[in-house]
């Protein structure tokens, strides 16, 4: 009985290092390399988040320590940045043309973009974000597409293989991306590991990549990279931003649109 607890703490301390060298880790990983079953790692998991020690994510598992942010639920986000997301969206409407075909990424920046829209005439928009599309439903002069999927809990959009495919089949004028955080490398990171490899599909689904985050984004960091900004055409952001991230942007061909916040001068 004691060897059994012995090997018990050994796998978790293993387990806590694992995750420490590479802060996220899939569930069926750590079953392979500790050369125990999915079942065990599971029991581990429960044990170390019970303890403080981990979050189990997504059939993986992150570090309590990493500095990584999770995925935040919709109504939490939309009480984030507000105002820097209304005047991002108002900077990014006039990047709309009529009669384009644009992509609308799911989250709470781009949601305040779509609700602007009905200036435009002829639009065709593909949205993944259940929100955004009952917004777009309303206006008729926009003809609407939305991918079938599964519908992520709390964060309201659709993702999934078939998801991933519809966009693989598509083509369109400007992709306009949300982004969880921005790594001062010059990555765009997500914490969700299905829209992840969903962005990556609307990436390549358009000709123009416009990204819209507040300055508050770059103070974050996801463990999951979509792509780095010498990917991104334009980004919007806010005037609060710091002056290492527009240094950081310096490095990349990339256009930066700042839209003025009134508290600053």
Known sequence: MIEKVKMLIGRQETILKLLEQN?????????????????????????????????????????QNSGLMLEIPYDQKVMVSTEEKKKIAELALEMVDDQDVIILDAGSTVFELACRLNVRRNLTVVTNDIKTAIVLAAIPDIELYVPCGAVTPGVYSIVGIDTQDYYNTIHANKVFLGVDAIHADGSITNANVNETFLKRAMIKAGRKLIVLADSKKFSNNCFMTVCDFSQVDVLITDSNIKEESLRMLERFDVEVKIAKMENNN
């Not at 569930?27 to 790692?41: F, H, W």
């Not at 170390?48 to 993986?60: A, D, M, S, V």
């Open 23 to 63: 802060g996220y880790m899939e569930v069926t990983e750590l079953a392979s390399q500790l050369d125990v079953s999915v079942a065990t790692i599971r029991r581990d998991l429960q044990i170390l988040e019970n303890q403080g020690k981990c979050f189990r994510k997504h059939g993986g598992v992150i570090a």
